[in-house]
């Protein structure tokens, strides 16, 4: 398979995902508006999603930079200069303006992009990425990086945030409206009585199960969008073998990142809280040694 073959791939899957997380979501609203017969609840739950979405979209990378405590590199000193050099090159090679560049002073290896489209972007590197990578693995680190940016991922990543966060504040109001009016609330005669349970049932069902239903899909997503950039990031350099190399080494790197929490953790190129096992259901990165085996396996010969 091709490094083409590989992004067109991750790029379909995503939109799927993300049509039936749209819907899903839209679906969700419906009913329980459906059920208290208040249309108002399917309207504002619209008009709340838009509006976080656009907050999170104007303000999301300023807070994300002070969050990780990633200060402006210094390019006055030659090693700030040469990585600014190295993100300079690749985003002329990737047709991109060049973000804002970042460094977070902690001596875990990790990386992350942000900002709400490519005009107003940034990239943050940990000191311990930068000085524990070879050049090749490093640009590979950073042309991910940068196909985040390229590929619109801080977009969709708000979007589904936002999403996953509206549901969840959905199901917690339904249940308790549900609770002070007695389940299930139209009375109009024309509904018959026992659809009208039938659907109150599937209402509360939904409530305690929309969150981690909708939590997941999020998740799918992002892991797809993690594939992806590795893709376009083999595609950028055209030397899949240097990102291959770097993942490696960061999945064996044992130091914690201090300024990791599970509202960023995201955004990062790995994620920087350690799972395993069942955890990997609820992970945002797909498994180091699977992104490893998809480059390793790419054909960069053919493109």
């Known amino acids: 398979m091709t490094l083409y073959d590989h992004k067109d791939q ?52 300023s807070i994300v930079l002070s969050i990780s405590n990633a200060q402006p590199i210094d390019t006055n000193n030659p090693e700030g200069k040469r990585i600014y050099r190295l993100l300079e090159n690749l985003a002329i090679t990737a047709g991109l303006p060049t973000p804002k560049l970042y460094i977070i002073n902690d001596t875990a290896m990790n990386a992350f992009a942000t900002g709400r489209n490519p005009e107003h972007s940034a990239i943050a590197l940990t000191t311990g990425i930068i000085s524990r990578l070879e050049q090749s693995e490093l640009e590979g680190v950073i042309a991910h990086e940068l196909s985040h940016i390229g590929n619109r991922d801080t977009l969709i990543q708000t979007i589904s945030v936002v999403l996953v966060g509206l549901v969840a504040l959905l199901a917690d109001w339904f249940l308790r409206i549900s609770f002070w009016r007695g389940f ?10 026992q659809l009208g349970i039938i659907l109150g049932v599937v209402a509360i069902v939904l409530a305690i199960l929309a969150p981690i239903f909708v939590q997941l899909l999020h998740l799918a997503i992002s892991r ?48 920087p809280l350690k799972g395993g096992g069942v955890k990997d259901l609820f992970s945002t990165h797909p498994p180091i040694n699977k992104r490893i085996e998809a480059l390793r396996g790419m054909d960069i010969d053919t493109v």
Request: hydrophobic share 45%.
């Open 224 to 271: 797809k969008r993690e594939y992806l950039a590795d893709a376009s990031g083999a595609l950028l350099t055209r030397y899949p073998e240097g990102l291959a190399s770097a993942l490696d080494k960061i999945s064996n790197d044992t130091e914690p990142l201090e300024v990791a929490n599970r509202a960023t953790a995201h955004l990062f190129i790995s994620n």
């Open 10 to 61: 991750n790029i379909r899957k995503t939109w799927v995902l993300m049509t039936i997380f749209i819907a899903v979501v839209v679906g969700i609203a419906w009913v329980f508006s459906y059920t208290l017969d208040s249309p108002s609840i399917f309207v504002w739950a619209l008009i709340g999603s838009l509006f976080m979405n656009v907050i999170s979209y104007w303000y999301s990378d």
């Open 184 to 193: 299930g609330g139209r009375s109009d005669n024309n509904d018959n009585g």
